[in-house]
């Protein structure tokens, strides 16, 4: 296994440095650099181990989405996805998001956001209003039915993921957890 440890040259300048690190092909896949920062980088073959660490890392976030979307179904007949853009509409301000940025925020994409509010409005969870500013844009608007559903699902969600989640995690490793996911997230995971 080729492995090399990135290390900044302190006589070179940052253009230099980001040269001779093995991604010197610039900025990654979603406009950020790939993380550095003296870890240990390897080439692109993967171990039988590494292997193994993102397989887990893909069946555990399936197994607990799966559980959530149980739970959620059963006691409130709300799917895991419609809780998640009902859950971002109600801490967006006036409970409303222009549909790309709710698109962006619940990993959907536009399409797939406009069928699930479609499902959402045809239930009375959510309406759509035009933007003034733009009349092509839309804003996705929690209603009041759409708000008191999220109220009644967000004790059973909360739950589930202290259940499937917090409950096996002692307070290092939720820090570690923390600091792993930061490295792999596009936005910085808020650690206290």
């Given at each position: 296994?080729?492995?090399?440890?990135?290390?900044?040259?302190?006589?070179?300048?940052?253009?230099?440095?980001?040269?001779?690190?093995?991604?010197?092909?610039?900025?990654?896949?979603?406009?950020?650099?790939?993380?550095?920062?003296?870890?240990?980088?390897?080439?692109?073959?993967?171990?039988?181990?590494?292997?193994?660490?993102?397989?887990?890392?893909?069946?555990?976030?399936?197994?607990?989405?799966?559980?959530?979307?149980?739970?959620?179904?059963?006691?409130?007949?709300?799917?895991?996805?419609?809780?998640?853009?009902?859950?971002?509409?109600?801490?967006?301000?006036?409970?409303?998001?222009?549909?790309?940025?709710?698109?962006?925020?619940?990993?959907?994409?536009?399409?797939?956001?406009?069928?699930?509010?479609?499902?959402?409005?045809?239930?009375?969870?959510?309406?759509?209003?035009?933007?003034?500013?733009?009349?092509?844009?839309?804003?996705?608007?929690?209603?009041?039915?759409?708000?008191?559903?999220?109220?009644?699902?967000?004790?059973?969600?909360?739950?589930?993921?202290r259940d499937?989640?917090?409950?096996?995690?002692?307070?290092?490793?939720?820090?570690?957890?923390?600091?792993?996911?930061?490295?792999?997230?596009?936005?910085?995971?808020?650690?206290?």
């Amino acid at each position: 296994m080729n492995l090399q440890r990135v290390q900044a040259n302190p006589g070179a300048t940052q253009g230099d440095q980001h040269a001779h690190t093995p991604s010197s092909r610039g900025i990654a896949r979603g406009g950020r650099r790939p993380y550095h920062r003296g870890v240990t980088t390897q080439s692109s073959a993967i171990s039988a181990a590494e292997f193994t660490v993102w397989r887990t890392l893909l069946r555990a976030q399936v197994q607990i989405s799966r559980r959530l979307q149980a739970d959620l179904l059963a006691d409130h007949d709300l799917a895991l996805g419609s809780y998640d853009v009902l859950m971002h509409l109600g801490e967006a301000d006036g409970g409303r998001l222009r549909m790309n940025d709710l698109a962006d925020r619940v990993l959907l994409s536009r399409s797939g956001l406009t069928r699930l509010v479609d499902r959402l409005q045809r239930e009375g969870l959510v309406c759509r209003e035009s933007c003034s500013s733009d009349a092509r844009g839309l804003f996705a608007v929690l209603t009041p039915t759409g708000r008191a559903r999220l109220a009644e699902a967000t004790p059973t969600y909360q739950q589930g993921v202290r259940d499937y989640v917090l409950s096996r995690l002692d307070e290092d490793d939720l820090k570690q957890f923390g600091l792993i996911l930061d490295k792999l997230a596009d936005e910085p995971v808020a650690i206290v």
